[in-house]
DNA sequence: TTTTGAGTTGTTCGA
DNA sequence: GTCGAACAACTCAAA
């Protein structure tokens, strides 16, 4: 006879403590089976046997699965198209309910809602909750009930609306005997589902306490090690938000409006869905790009000539991660220098960053591009020198990526900043003038 | 309804 | 060298 269970699917929150689905799951009525699934429909996407994300999605499923064996559980891991997987676990088990954490990205959306009719069909209930961010959806409003779309008044409600008590840890591990009881289930092996080890080392899910202190005077330079790198922990729920904003914001409130920041970009995904192809300022949509190829792949290449951006560029090849600030450079260069769609870039950082968000990635683009809400005003062209200047004055940062930059093998600059400027400001001019009223 | 003040991260130019 | 204004208007949010 099938065993009676509740599922808990796991997305993008790999971890047991503090986990809100979860918690809620243990709470009810049957035992909990844990279960995570390599989606077949997202994987085949990647282009890369190694790509950094998978392992590190990989790794997490172990970690998670040592955990689950200390509550005499397991974890179910599956590779294939969702609702396949369930399909088949449907014939396992007798599932009574499915819980799962809110993601508001497109395709999670539109795959939710036909699990939801899946699971509707058989009488399943499908619980889903919000988790992966503090304040969701219609959460953090205007007085009229809209969006907001200017970060500034969002940050201001968000900070009057936030309390202690919505920042309160949820302790899963009391209620550890509300799993499924089960042996060990092997996990899939990267190369099972077609992928091989990335060889880049992941940051710890762990912050420094006086890096948070200082994270307003020394965040904007990255030679320092001054940023908490949790970025890829928030992207895959390896570290709970709350306890993040809870611990670390209360230290440092421009590290709290970097939290509010995420809660912004992914509320604007959620209410503005059209951004993911087009801007969110329509008229940017005529802007005349260049586009040209060579220039792209030399941006993608680090071989820009202009030191700090190439050093950008190769820091993210390298290691999966781009300093915040050498983000913005590059974004301006791509966007402004080179005229070159913000949507190549973005598309780029999209396959490069292991701690890629698209609500984040997107929402950072328009910014550099001028396309988007609250967006950088179009004249604001960044100059690779001063930027350099200001934020990497003694050229470690550069040295570090870059360690020819001084010999002859370094390419001269791809355009010169003037030319370029003029240029940008000339084209971005003509696509925004004769506005419609 | 109307009005007012303001808007993540910058650069350049001229006094 | 330093400082303030201009860059370009527009739209948002709130009073």
Known sequence: ???????????RDLRLHDNTGLFQALKGDYPVLPVFIFDKAILDELEDPADARVSFIHQSLLALQQQLVAADSTLVVRHGAVKQV?????????????????????????????????????????????????????????????PYTIFTPYSRKWRATITAAQLRSLESEKLMGSYHKQNALDIPSLQQIGFSHAAISFPAAQWNEITIKRYKEQRDFPAVAGTSRLSVHLRFGTLSIRAL???????????????????????????FPQVVASSFK?????????????????????????????????????????????RMIVASFLTKHLLIDWRWGEAYFAKKLLDFDLSANNGGWQWAAGSGCDAAPYFRVFNPYIQTKKFDPELRYIRQWVPEFESLNYPAPIVKHELARERCLQVYGAALKDRKP
Not at 283 to 293: G, K, T, V
Not at 308 to 325: C, K, P, S, Y
Request: glycine content about 4%.
């Open 1 to 11: 006879m099938k065993q009676a269970v509740s599922v808990f699917w796991f997305r």
């Open 86 to 146: 369930f399909f088949d676990l449907c014939c396992e088990y007798d599932i009574k309910a499915v819980y799962t954490n809110n993601d508001y990205e497109p395709y999670a959306r539109k795959r939710d809602a036909e699990m939801s009719d899946f699971f509707r069909g058989r009488s399943i209930e499908f619980i889903s909750v919000k988790d992966q961010v503090i304040f969701e959806k219609a959460e953090v409003v205007k007085e009229d009930g809209l």
């Open 282 to 326: 329509p008229i940017y949509d005529r802007i005349n790009w260049r586009n040209n190829e060579k220039e792209f792949e030399a941006w993608c290449q680090g071989l820009t000539g202009y030191p700090i951006v190439d050093a950008g560029m190769r820091e993210l090849n390298q290691t999966g991660f781009m300093h915040n600030r050498v």
């Open 245 to 271: 904003a809870r611990e670390a914001g209360s230290l440092n409130e421009s590290f709290l409006s970097e939290l509010i920041w995420r809660d912004f970009y992914q509320m604007i995904l959620w209410h």
